[in-house]
């Protein structure tokens, strides 16, 4: 079917939505959802290159806010993204895939007991071109080296510090977790067009829930903390409550 993508269990079919959200003391907010396309050995469409997603989830947001950094997760690591996203003006932070190039440099770190390092590079596409840099750091989550990709300047000194930013998409993955559990309705349908509705929607319903509880700290002045003061699940029946005619 179009816009149906495998997954690493392979005879299994999913829906890809890409998201941008912005992250920050309590605004865990979705500002743009861009569908994904990509090839399969079931159909002939042409993959919708992830560089353009970028841009349009990107363009999307520019318009609500100001973009002073882009945190991608590993699957966005491609040359065309990088120079997609400097040709927007704007910064980024990528975790960069270890193959051989990484895989030698960390093994020259270790060789001259560093733990930290920056590889300047360049990116050369047909969109365009521009100088950014390698970061080498220990790892939070293991006891190996995790590489990172970004156009901003950053010295050995500032890299460790710098790559602790990356950290603020946490914020990410429980939001992600609050649309799946608690507001995207259930369905079997495989028709992609409603997929897209019941995820936007989705969307919609989580965003309404973070901003009431953002307003609501704010009238009481209470503290800006990330944890909120109104459940989901809460929010879902005011919103049911709101919308269903009364009996």
């Not at 079917?1 to 079919?13: E, F, I, P, Q, Y």
């Not at 910064?91 to 560093?114: H, Q, V």
């Not at 710098?162 to 939001?175: A, G, H, K, L, V």
Request: aromatic fraction near 10%.
């Amino acid at each position: 079917m179009s816009m149906v993508s495998g997954t690493k269990d392979g005879d299994r079919r999913a829906f890809k939505f890409a998201t941008l959200s912005i992250v920050g003391q309590n605004i865990p907010l979705v500002l743009a959802v861009e569908p994904v396309r990509e090839s399969s050995a079931w159909d002939n469409n042409p993959p919708n290159r992830i560089h353009r997603v970028v841009r349009r989830l990107v363009r999307q947001a520019k318009e609500h806010v100001p973009i002073e950094m882009v945190l991608c997760d590993r699957e966005f690591d491609s040359m065309r993204v990088f120079q997609t996203l400097s040709n927007l003006g704007v910064n980024y932070l990528i975790p960069k895939r270890i193959t051989g190039p990484e895989r030698k440099a960390i093994e020259k770190m270790e060789e001259d007991d560093k733990e930290v390092a920056v590889e300047s590079a360049s990116v050369h596409v047909e969109q365009g071109s521009h100088a950014m840099q390698f970061l080498y750091v220990p790892s939070t989550k293991t006891d190996g080296t995790t590489v990172f990709a970004t156009n901003a300047r950053v010295t050995p000194v500032e890299a460790e510090a710098f790559c602790r930013r990356y950290s603020s998409r946490w914020q990410i993955e429980n939001e992600y977790k609050s649309i799946k559990h608690d507001f995207l309705a259930k369905t079997s349908s495989k028709d992609y067009r409603v997929r897209l509705f019941y995820f936007v929607f989705a969307v919609l319903l989580y965003n309404i829930w973070r901003l009431t509880d953002f307003l609501l700290k704010a009238a009481a002045d209470g503290e800006m903390d990330y944890a909120p003061v109104i459940t989901a699940g809460e929010c879902v029946e005011l919103v049911s409550s709101a919308l269903l005619p009364p009996d």
